[in-house]
């Protein structure tokens, strides 16, 4: 039954309104009533006032009947103080105490009570207990060393949790809804969150937008978003250009990445300010080069020798050769802090200098080509390479690709014997003669029209911002076609590729098969003399992976069109590329064929990415940060008083749900949204990869860290999906709920309901399903006890009752065997289970009290908790301190992530460690637990299953032996934690632990162990 606690807090105020001050007893007892009504809704404040006005009514009544009894000559002996004023006596120190009073505050009315144990009755022993309780905060020791709390599973392969060099989805700005957009947009029909019109923006919401970018990969959102608020920014008034200001946050774990994006911010910088138009960027020398860098740097594997000098010059003189001082006096727009560039120079050393920083050596073009495939179906590719991963064999992948591509021949065959019997329209023809030129035969323009069909049918479409040299050039070399353009330099380079009689670079009249020609004999000279980009090798996952690369499949000629290209984005730029579809005269043509290639249009945007720099100069402020968005948002209250930014309007998150979940997104990251104005609705918006297709719907995907479906995040986290129907595979958004949405009321969850959840979360945290450690796709659970502990604290910062919150936490604590209605799945993915009259059932957990103690105690140290406990009986006493333990010793065969045999994939957030007294060998290992795991007969099962959106099947393995004996047997078996950190390169393990505890444990064995497949390392 819900209480409605609201309602009565109504009736309680209207009848103190209109109470006669002759009947001081009641008024007495409707303040009483109004207390427990505003601490049983967290109001603590008002509760303790209330509670005080009622003690002090209660107390003037008493003195009265004392002082009557005294005028009629009697002594008033028998005239004792009401129970009510010790119940609010003690209320008023359990409000204090739950409101963050002063301890001193706390204590007087506690003092109070227990001076008068004989007539206070039960309250005196309850306030003499509490008042011992309360010794704990008196004692409780202060951190001096700084604590930071890791929210995520550490991997084994720690901080590789996984590697990108190209995004696929296509470029958005966070200013718009996008709309126009070819594919379909980030912001669904049901969300308020409307386009942000700059000129429409009062003159605060103008002053202030800010915009996070999290896991911002190659940054073509925030270029998109760039691009479109100086597009808009020359349409405002003189007056509101001095007013805008605009911050963007670009967040990635990844200091490759975010390398690269500075590279690029500072030559596209360093491009729009030397020359005044694109044009001239494409037709002068020295912009030309620049372009020439950002095009083989952003795009490439190899680069020519030339480029890679000058690449190597502007690092040198931006970055290697300066000071963190002098750059940030020449870049004032970029904000990077020492950190963050320290981990950015460490890359850019060994771009400069490979030699002296790659372990193993770093490769040269020829050996790095092989390991990329840039030609064929992407989507065909990238589900062969997820077949393998999974332990699929050659046989099977190179049956299935045979069948793919006979299903494919059988498609030209249809679609050329369609246009056997077409009459070719007089358009199709001149289409067909100027790219093969005037003397072309009939069957070839039909052949040339069908491969534009199947371009369209199979390949997603014809790029239509690219010449069909680059497509080929690409296919024959896997490099970039080397534009000549006005660089002597690139001249000189290209002198040896001619095509044709003419010997024209590259002549339009020439034949597919003499382009072909020309390639092949220039392809030995690309090989030989090429020089591999090192933007593209990261050196410490090179390190990692010893020098081993996984295949890539991604296509520059086809997904920077796509990608980066959109109509939305060409939209933005005052020189848009021209399209070869809509060249209509002949002088049309000749320009469009001229201009329309690979490297002019990755120029011309980058260009114009310079422009909007340049034009926002004074107005733009882009911050560069490194490390997991999760940190970032725990970390935000520190950005107060820097002149960053600690709330932002919109934020974006580029497949991170894929690797931390929901969860942790909802309790560091949505916080960092400003609040709801009348012309910019605060959201997030969020994608996935790899993993989503191991759900059958997005309950199911959300339900898989969250313990929660969708709906209910509406009353829990304040926030709702703004699709009615969210699709697992799509870019979902978030947008804030107000308080006083009448749907929040109605879906709010009551105590018992609220419970449960917290100890299904609780369970999903310490005790996960066991997952395939063989294979990529698999439901990650990343979440650990600070995480579950931040969302305690997360849920009273959202006005939840900490008294409540903390009797959740206290009764963890205290009971080994927890008895709940919460369900606990034992199989993975976990699927969203919307049953909420279930029997109770028993979990023994005191495997994993005792780091839940240790870290509620480490977290009230630092003041992090957020509330305070009454029951600290089984709390540490001492300061935490932080150990590290060497572990060296470890095998190597656990170091690779493609050694699926031994269950070691690079993005498993699973790493904990167990402490037992006694140590069996051979017990829990890993051995049984990959064979255990190791299911390859139904990888083509799950394959099929993720591909068609159907959900991945239930685990069909043996359970893990260890969690089914923790789960039964408890610290029995040993002590489990799921908080530290983990470095690879050095093997050694760090955690916070009180000092009591760790003496405590000190002759304890020290086991790593993995909670996917749940073995000990």
């Known amino acids: ?250 967040n990635d774990i990844s200091a490759q990445l975010l390398a690269k994006d500075v590279l690029v911010l500072v030559l596209s910088y360093e491009l729009g300010g030397a020359a005044d138009s694109a044009k001239l960027a494409l037709t002068t020398a020295d912009p030309f080069n620049i372009g020439m860098v950002i095009y083989y740097v952003t795009l490439g594997y190899a680069m020519p020798p030339y480029v890679h000098r000058k690449m190597v010059e ?249 990608g980066f290209l959109t109509q939305d984005v060409i939209s933005f730029m005052s020189e848009p590329p021209p399209d070869i579809l809509s060249a209509k005269t002949d002088e049309e043509k000749e320009k469009v064929f001229k201009s329309n290639t690979l490297a002019s249009n990755v120029i011309r945007y980058y260009w114009h990415v310079g422009r909007a720099v340049t034009n926002l100069l004074g107005k733009t402020v882009i911050e560069i940060a490194l490390g997991s968005i999760v940190a970032f948002g725990d970390a935000s209250s520190d950005r107060e008083g820097k002149a960053l930014p600690s709330k932002y309007h919109r934020i974006t998150l580029s497949n991170i749900p894929d690797y931390t979940g929901m969860h942790s997104v909802f309790i560091t990251v949505a916080p960092l949204l400003s609040l709801k104005s009348k012309s910019v609705t605060p959201c997030i918006q969020s994608n996935c990869l790899l993993n989503t297709g191991l759900w059958k719907s997005y309950d199911d995907y959300f339900f898989s860290t969250t313990a929660l479906g969708y709906k209910e995040a509406e009353a829990v986290f304040r926030l709702r999906v703004a699709d009615q129907e969210p699709c697992i595979w799509g870019t ?101 289970l919307d049953s909420k009259d279930v029997s109770k059932k028993r979990f023994a957990l005191s495997a994993f009290h005792t780091e839940l103690a240790n870290q509620t105690a480490i977290f009230l140290q630092n003041s992090i908790l957020g509330f305070r406990l009454l029951d600290t009986s089984v709390l540490p006493t001492q300061k935490a301190s932080l150990y590290e333990l060497e572990l060296g010793g470890i095998s190597p065969k656990y170091e690779q992530s493609w050694t699926y045999e031994y269950g070691s994939v690079s993005s498993a957030m699973s790493l904990g460690f167990m402490l037992q007294k006694t140590k069996v060998r051979g017990e829990y290992d890993i051995s049984t637990a990959a064979r255990n795991n190791n299911n390859n007969g139904n990888h083509m099962f799950m394959m099929m299953a993720m591909m068609q959106g159907g959900g991945m099947p239930g685990s069909q393995k043996k359970p893990s032996k260890l969690r089914r004996d923790l789960l039964s047997s408890g610290d029995e078996i040993g002590h489990v934690f799921s908080c530290m950190d983990w470095d690879l390169a050095n093997q050694t393990a760090s955690f916070w632990m009180c000092e009591d505890v760790f003496e405590k444990f000190s002759d304890y064995h020290f086991r790593l162990i993995r909670t996917d497949g749940w073995f000990c390392l």
């Open 732 to 832: 979902n958004v978030w947008e804030q709920v107000d308080d006083d949405d009448e749907r929040v009321e109605s879906l709010s969850l009551s105590h018992e309901e609220l419970r449960t959840w917290l100890h299904r979360l609780f369970l999903m945290t310490v005790v996960p399903a066991d997952r395939d450690v063989n294979s990529m796709l698999r439901e990650e659970k990343a979440s650990n006890i600070n995480t579950f502990l931040l969302t305690l604290s997360h849920c009273v910062n959202l006005g939840m009752s900490a008294h409540f919150i903390a009797s959740v936490l206290e009764d963890l604590l205290k009971k080994k065997t927890l008895v709940t209605k919460a369900t606990l799945s034992n199989e993975s993915p976990a699927l969203y």
């Open 314 to 562: 502007h690092i040198k003189r931006w970055f290697t050769d300066s000071t963190f001082e002098d750059f940030q006096q020449t870049f004032p727009w970029l904000v990077i802090s020492e950190d963050t560039w320290t981990g950015i120079i460490t890359i850019m050393n060994a771009w400069v200098e490979p030699e002296a920083h790659y372990s193993p050596e770093f490769p040269s073009a020829m050996e790095v080509l092989p390991s990329y495939r840039p030609n064929g179906d992407d989507r065909v590719d990238n589900a062969m390479a997820g077949l393998s991963s999974m332990g699929a064999g050659n046989e099977l992948i190179g049956d299935m690709k045979a069948k793919l591509d006979s299903a494919r021949e059988q498609k030209r065959a249809q679609v050329a014997e369609a246009f056997k019997s077409m009459d070719l329209t007089l358009d199709m023809i001149e289409k067909a003669k100027y790219a093969l030129g005037e003397d072309a035969t009939e069957k070839e323009m039909r052949n040339f029209l069908v491969e534009i069909v199947l371009d369209q049918m199979l390949d997603g479409g014809p790029p239509r911002y690219v010449s069909p040299m680059d497509k080929l050039f690409l296919e024959q070399t896997k490099c970039l076609n080397p534009e000549a353009g006005p660089s002597d330099e690139m001249k000189e380079e290209t002198s040896s590729f001619v095509i044709g009689k003419n010997g024209s670079s590259p002549a339009r009249g020439s034949s597919k098969e003499e382009a072909i020609e020309a390639i092949n004999k220039y392809k030995p000279h690309v090989g030989k003399n090429w020089v591999t980009n090192p933007v593209q090798i990261d050196p410490s996952y090179w390190y990692f992976s010893d020098g081993n690369r996984a295949t890539d499949e991604f296509n520059p000629v086809k997904e920077f069109p796509q």
């Open 1 to 250: 039954m819900r209480l409605h606690f609201t309602d009565a807090l109504s009736c309680y105020s209207e009848g103190i309104a209109v109470v006669t001050q002759a009947d001081e007893d009641l008024e007495a007892i409707l303040y009483s009533n109004r207390s427990g009504c505003y601490y049983e809704m967290g109001n603590y404040e008002n509760a303790a006032a209330d509670a005080r006005k009622c003690s002090q009514l209660l107390m003037e009544s008493m003195a009265m009947k004392i002082k009557a009894a005294h005028d009629r000559g009697e002594p008033g002996k028998d005239i004792k103080m009401p129970p009510l004023v010790w119940k609010n006596m003690y209320r008023l120190a359990r409000s204090l105490h739950f409101g963050n009073a002063e301890d001193a505050e706390v204590h007087y009315p506690l003092h109070l009570i227990e001076k008068q144990l004989e007539e206070s009755g039960e309250y005196g022993p309850m306030a003499t207990k509490m008042r011992e309780q309360l010794n704990y905060y008196l004692r409780m020791p202060s951190n001096n060393e700084k604590f930071e709390p890791s929210l995520l599973r550490a991997s084994f392969q720690n901080p590789y949790v996984e590697y990108y060099n190209f995004g696929h989805d296509e470029s958005e700005s966070l200013l718009r809804r996008n709309e126009g957009s070819n594919a379909e947009s980030i912001w669904n029909e049901g969300s308020n969150a409307e386009s942000i019109l700059l000129d429409e923006l009062d003159d605060e919401e103008l002053s202030s937008l800010s915009f996070l970018f999290g896991g911002v990969g190659d940054g073509r959102h925030a270029f998109a978003t760039l691009l479109d608020a100086n597009h808009q920014y020359q349409s405002l008034s003189e007056m509101k250009q001095d007013k805008f200001r605009l911050h963007m946050t670009l």
